[in-house]
């Protein structure tokens, strides 16, 4: 019953929890037996990640370290088939070209991210946590069985590390860098026989890679500085029956907003000189909290439940037209209209709050057998109000709003969902699920720009879908294993800013997928690959229209692809490859807005522009490439580890449409480091990312209705020391 146990229990558990994705951890073995086992845990249940039918990438925290990953943006670096571009106030996560390009007020993302079972609905807020990583889990293709709505493209589960009971210690993790980087990491547990807590403390800042060389210049944009604490007190019944995890996270990020090129600067050529002479700065406070329990019924079947409450929030002032030079409207002008196109200069500000209530239960078996089930219920109920503020006749502080957008979402959403695993013989499963989702959208305006509003607009959206999953995996042992599945995904509907406009509708994804695992030479070598196509209907794609946000869907899309990802160990040597190769285009024709060049094509109603079947699917790059390897070797008593590692990304593209503003160019990056680990519980590291300096645009930002659009370029090289050190048991 082997094959029974590890794959039906870790299908069940790993693929199906969503309020509890479960913990990754490598177990130490011996170094000529070859590679460590990816352990998935989920409540005493240990199972070999190996047996999960899906094309996933898992990293613990130390790898992430190893492999460079400083932040959330560097994910797409270690996985194949990701594109992630961070810029205003999100993060914005694409798989296998799914995800979202740009936000709106009331859309949302098609990658759903978790913390430690909580999800994370919206993009403002998933990068604030990324410190004291137990394990980061990225699944491509749609999770719409027990993930649920928005997870057309994947899901990324973070969990971090257990408290420990009977066991007391403390550690830091500290780094110093040029750009003046600070970095400290401190980590503390203390645990008794049934109770035990772990506190994490972060503190990060550094200064802005760009010079703002204005005259007047009163802000340094790129500047950052982040402090957060997470605690969780675990706690489990004598019996061993019930356990609890009580969690709370703080976090405040601190900037003075992103330090964005202005295309076409006349002043200065080079990518890392701006200037803006208004104040700019971004704050993001927020917290969470969250019970989670589970109690064993029987040896069989339990229960698990999961209560979140999440607030977060963002003020933020932008240089709208970033310059130093640009000329507010006059007083004795209107603020907006065809005489004050020789004035472009303003000040934005934005204040956006997210109160979310998130609840999930789950019935799952525990035991041993051919059949595996888990089935539960899903709620998320949250209030979305929204302040954008524009002052046109002021360039160097924000003084008077001549142009409002004041609204609040709410957003309601309900799910039941099942999924079994059943093996018909020892080696061949059978896997069906299936969610039903209601979601609702009451969107109200209080001010928008134009004529006023005689009273709050109010409308709503709706939408319901059944999703699922169907598969069949075939166990060969010691060999691996082979599955094919089909999964489809939903992003649910919205109402468009703009009173009258029409809602937008929901998006779906569906994925037919063939994979296999395998470990070869005696597990030294491990090969995960698979082949995918995808059917994607009513893309959502966010523009301008008017210059205000509006989500439209008249598109479609198709791709295929493959991935391929492969680590080897033998003896002190180690390496790692993964390998994406995607193909994705719009599947039909149509005419959407663009926010770029606002106009009318042929055949196009107005202020439409034409999209052409076959043209590529935004953030969808041809190839996603990695490689790394290290060799350990003993000097003395001091184990000594050099790394060297190399990303790449093809070009991709921002929007549908093809521009000097909208193209993101492929690039090759290079780090290195060297390890040296003085004895279990003292570490040196130095490190260098972008080894050669190469200069590349990370993101192309499209044109707001708070700020003009330009080009972050990515990090140049940083340098740096990192001290590792633990005190206790």
């Known amino acids: 019953m082997t094959n029974r146990t590890t794959a039906a229990g870790l299908t069940a558990i790993l693929l199906c929890s969503t309020a509890w994705p479960v913990l ?12 460590d086992e990816i352990i998935v845990t989920a409540e005493r249940r240990e199972q070999n990640l190996q047996d999960v039918p899906i094309s996933a990438t898992v990293l613990t925290g130390e790898q992430l370290t190893q492999r460079g990953v400083v932040n959330l943006n560097d994910i797409q670096q270690v996985a194949p088939s990701v594109a992630i571009n961070t810029f205003n106030r999100s993060t914005f996560i694409n798989i296998r070209g799914v995800g979202i390009a740009q936000s709106a007020p009331t859309s949302n993302p098609g990658v759903a991210y978790y913390i430690d079972g909580q999800l994370i609905p919206h993009e403002q807020f998933i990068g604030h946590s990324f410190y004291d990583i137990g394990t980061i889990e990225v699944l491509r293709g749609p999770q719409g069985t027990l993930t649920g709505q928005n997870s057309t493209g994947g899901a990324i589960y973070v969990r971090t590390p257990e408290p420990e009971f009977n066991s007391a210690f403390i550690g830091g993790d500290f780094t110093v860098g040029n750009y003046d980087r600070y970095r400290g990491v401190v980590t503390a547990n203390v645990g008794g026989e049934n109770v035990a807590l772990r506190l994490a403390y972060v503190h990060d800042e550094r200064d802005s890679f760009t010079d703002n060389i204005a005259a007047n210049a009163q802000s340094q944009p790129g500047n950052m500085n982040l402090d957060a604490v997470r605690g969780n007190l675990r706690l489990r019944g004598i019996d061993g029956r019930l356990n609890v995890n009580l969690r709370g996270e703080y976090f405040n990020m601190q900037s003075d907003n992103n330090a964005v090129k202005r295309r076409g600067d006349t002043v200065s050529t080079d990518p890392f000189e701006i200037q803006e002479d208004a104040v700019s700065y971004q704050d993001q406070v927020g917290y969470r909290v969250s019970a989670e329990a589970r109690y064993d ?25 970033r310059t130093a030079t640009a000329l507010a409207v006059p007083a004795n002008l209107p603020t907006s209209g065809p005489n004050t196109a020789a004035f472009p200069g303003r000040v934005s500000q934005g204040d956006t709050v997210f109160e979310t209530l998130i609840g999930e239960v789950n019935l799952l078996s525990i035991g041993d057998g051919p059949f595996q089930w888990v089935v539960g219920g899903f709620l998320l109920d ?13 360039t160097l502080d924000f003084v008077t709003s001549n142009s409002d957008i004041i609204t609040e979402a709410k957003n309601t959403s309900y799910s039941l969902f099942g999924q079994g695993n059943y093996f018909v013989t020892d080696q061949l499963e059978v896997l069906v699920g299936a969610r039903y989702s209601w979601d609702k959208q009451v969107y109200t305006r209080f001010k928008v720009p134009g004529p006023p509003l005689p009273a709050p607009f109010t409308s709503s959206a ?9 598969g069949l995996n075939y166990h060969l042992g010691d060999l691996g294993m082979l599955y094919v599945s089909a999964a ?34 005696d597990r030294h070598l491990r090969l995960n690959g698979a082949v995918f196509r995808s059917d994607y209907e009513d893309i959502q794609l966010s523009s301008l229209v008017g210059g205000l946000p509006v989500t439209q869907n008249a598109l479609g899309g198709r791709a295929w692809g493959a991935e391929l990802e492969a680590t080897a160990q033998f003896g002190g040597f180690a390496a790692n490859m993964g390998l994406g190769y995607l193909d994705a285009q719009f599947s039909n024709s149509a005419c959407i807005s663009d926010t770029n060049a606002p106009g009318t094509d042929p055949g196009c109603a107005a202020n439409l522009r034409f999209v052409p079947e076959g043209s590529e699917l935004p953030f969808s790059p041809e190839w996603t490439v990695n490689a790394g390897a290290q060799y350990t070797f003993a000097a003395g008593t001091v184990d000594v580890t050099p790394r060297f590692q190399w990303s790449h990304l093809s070009s991709q593209l921002a929007t549908p449409f093809v521009s000097p503003n909208t193209i993101v160019p492929g690039r090759h990056l290079f780090d290195a480091r060297l390890t040296f680990d003085l004895n279990d519980r003292h570490a040196i590291e130095v490190f260098a990312n972008n080894l050669f300096d190469k200069t590349y645009i990370a993101t192309q930002i499209q044109n707001s ?6 080009i972050i370029y990515g990090a140049p090289r940083t340098v740096g020391v990192r001290l590792k050190v633990q005190f206790g048991d």
């Open 24 to 35: 990754a951890q490598e177990q130490e073995e011996a170094a000529d037996t070859g590679l």
């Open 297 to 321: 019924l029987t040896d069989a079947v339990a229960v698990r439940s999961l209560v979140s409450w999440q607030d977060g929030y963002t003020h933020d002032q932008t240089d709208g037209d």
């Open 382 to 394: 949250e209030t979305v109000p929204v302040t954008l503020l524009r002052d046109n006749r002021n």
């Open 462 to 470: 709706s939408s319901e879908k059944l999703t699922g999953k169907v």
């Open 488 to 521: 489809r995904g939903y992003k649910a509907g919205g109402v468009n800013l703009t009173p009258n406009t029409p809602d937008f509708l929901p998006e779906e994804n569906t994925v037919y997928e063939a994979g296999f695992k395998t470990e070869l030479l």
């Open 705 to 710: 209705s708070s700020a003009t659009g330009g």
